[in-house]
């Protein structure tokens, strides 16, 4: 293959690609650097992984820049948990990865290799939900429920931490749960109520 | 999220040749920051070398004090028994910080590493010297309420965002590197630096290093506390921070450290209020006037004048609190 060719499936390929979209819309620099890069193909392959989730094993292929949080809602369709702003600032995308919560939507896929992912859909026992899920049903800890699974995942983990022995306590380890709606006081009432109902995951 | 090579590194030399190989590469951690960043268009890099799986989460003690490693989890360290009760400053600044995922999330090394707030850095529409060298600085004459008051240039006003790292500058702590020259150790308060004309830097690390870790030398500081003010009760990056550690003999200041966040391009210690109150009472008057002494360089840049209000009277606070008189 001559050095033309070589370049003009290049090109091909790149515009076959999904990607050529964000190239187009990044700035000149960021373009020059993608075309630059004689390994560019590679850049676009997806990569095995390997993760639990909600108990079952996954084996997937994933592009490297897929969060957990896409790769849950758009891959998988457990679409229990939420995308509220995508930059960390919200929790509705909380999830517990080995037993601890996170934004899922700051965390790529990748970095999961191997682990136990727990979302909201694996919560409940078949029809019976779990105490948290009562919890907030009875104190209305939710209006219109955007935050709800993120605030459930991030309860539970209050509690499992040791966070829940007071109101405040309680307020301070869940205010990476932002909620639109204000149900804070609802939350917190019901956050109690399973605390001291010695409930855990 | 433009896309790129994804690779996992399993040992710290094996990361820093990955990183040689592909000078637009960069180091993953927690992704708490780069991730944010990439999403917005602020970096790009072309290679993520995942550094999790290296074999620096410890935190240890050791002969002269302790041993944190760089990918210690933010949460993990500020609930660390031997932090908890030998470094208290620490686990203070660091539950003021972020939220409680993003702490089980962020490691050390990347909290150090984190980049600014400032909004013309993340909006890729605006002037910002810090993102593109040479396009100016749009906080200047810009919204800049959240911005310095210390240490800025003409071509940058930006803060260090981090609750962290006021802690470890108040702590005395040094940074741990390896490189390909091999590996060498900085005090902490050396590895931030202020914007100069090169605002682009937020640090010294060189080209190619990485973090390993930061040790914390053994301290009497019996009196600690972290201030933390923000626009919220909490999940807020800071307006103003002040950590103040304090080693009393009764009611007399035998040593004193103090660093204040949010205010500059580093943690910014304040060596003159701290020599200032050596060997005084600790009292409202001394830590009023020592205060001021530490506000005799502050400049503000319009929105943001009402931090050398706050300033004084959060030091003032800070070591009020830690010394127990309020
Ligand atoms: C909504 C929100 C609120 C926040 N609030 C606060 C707050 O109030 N206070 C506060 O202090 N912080 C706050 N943070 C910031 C948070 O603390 C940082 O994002 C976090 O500490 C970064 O650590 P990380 O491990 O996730 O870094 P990453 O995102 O993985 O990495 C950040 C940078 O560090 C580099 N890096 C990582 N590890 C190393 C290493 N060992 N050696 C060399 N380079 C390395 C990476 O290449 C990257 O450039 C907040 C973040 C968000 C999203
Ligand atoms: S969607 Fe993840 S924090 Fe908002
Ligand atoms: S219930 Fe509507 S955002 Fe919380």
Redesign the interface.
């Known amino acids: 293959m001559d050095k033309n060719c070589k370049n003009e499936s290049r090109r091909d390929f790149l515009k076959k690609s999904t ?1 050529l979209a ?2 187009a ?3 000149p620099a ?1 373009v020059k ?2 075309e630059n ?1 004689e ?1 560019i193909a ?4 997806k ?1 095995p992984l390997n993760l639990e989730i909600n108990g079952k094993a996954y084996s997937l292929t994933v ?3 897929v ?1 957990l949080l896409d790769l849950l809602r758009e891959q998988l369709h457990l679409t229990g948990t939420k995308k509220g702003c ?3 600032q919200c ?1 509705a995308c ?1 999830v517990h990865v080995n037993g ?4 899922s939507c ?3 896929a ?2 999961n290799e191997g682990k136990k992912i727990t979302t909201i859909e694996g919560l409940a026992d078949g029809d019976k939900l779990h105490p948290m899920q009562d919890a907030f049903i009875k104190h209305d800890g939710f209006q219109c429920g955007y935050c709800t699974p993120g605030q459930i995942m ?1 309860a539970l ?2 509690i499992n ?1 040791g ?1 829940a022995n007071s109101r405040d306590e309680i ?8 909620c639109r709606c204000g149900a804070y006081p609802n939350i917190v009432d019901a956050v109690l109520e399973v605390k001291k109902g010695g409930q855990s995951s | 999220m433009i896309n790129f090579e994804y690779i996992r590194a399993s040992s710290v030399k094996a990361a820093v040749d990955a990183l040689a190989k592909n000078p637009t590469g960069k180091f993953i951690a927690g992704g708490t920051n780069l991730i944010d960043l990439m999403k917005r268009g602020v970096t790009a890099p072309t290679r993520l070398i995942d550094i999790n799986d290296l074999p620096l989460k410890q935190v240890e003690e050791t002969t002269d004090g302790i041993n944190i490693g760089a990918l210690a989890i933010n949460s993990e360290v500020s609930e660390n028994e031997l932090i908890k009760n030998n470094f208290p400053l620490l686990s203070m600044a660091f539950a003021a910080g972020a939220s409680a995922q993003l702490r089980n999330m962020a490691t050390v090394g990347g909290n150090m590493m984190q980049r600014t707030r400032c909004s013309y850095f993340y909006d890729t529409t605006m002037p910002c010297n810090k993102r593109q060298p040479g396009s100016g600085c749009g906080a200047l004459q810009g919204h800049n309420r959240m911005h310095a008051i210390f240490g800025a240039s003409d071509k940058c006003i930006a803060v260090h965002p981090s609750d962290m790292c006021v802690a470890l500058a108040a702590l005395n702590a040094t940074v741990s590197i390896s490189g390909p020259k091999g590996n060498r150790k900085i005090p902490f308060t050396d590895f931030h630096r202020l914007p100069e004309d090169k605002p682009e830097l937020d640090n010294t690390l060189q080209k190619g290093e990485i973090i390993t870790g930061v040790l914390i030398p053994k301290n009497n500081f019996n009196k600690n506390h972290y201030l933390k003010i923000r626009d919220r009760a909490s999940y807020a990056f800071a307006l103003i921070s002040v950590a103040a550690a304090l080693e009393m003999d009764v009611d007399t200041i035998k040593k004193v450290n103090i660093a204040m966040g949010g205010v500059a391009h580093k943690p910014w210690r304040m060596t003159e209020a701290e020599k200032f109150l050596v060997g005084k009472k600790a009292t409202r008057e001394n830590f009023s006037k020592a205060a001021e002494l530490a506000m005799k360089s502050a400049k503000g840049y319009g929105h943001n004048n009402f931090k050398l209000k706050m300033a004084p009277i959060a030091i003032t606070e800070s070591l009020m609190i830690a010394t127990g008189i309020v």
């Open positions: 990607a964000a190239l819309a990044a700035s960021l650097a993608g890069d390994r590679a850049l676009f392959e990569i592009e490297p820049r969060t995508d930059y960390g929790g909380t601890k919560r996170i934004n700051l965390s790529l990748v970095m991030s983990a209050c931490e966070h307020r301070e380890f869940m205010s990476g749960n932002i």
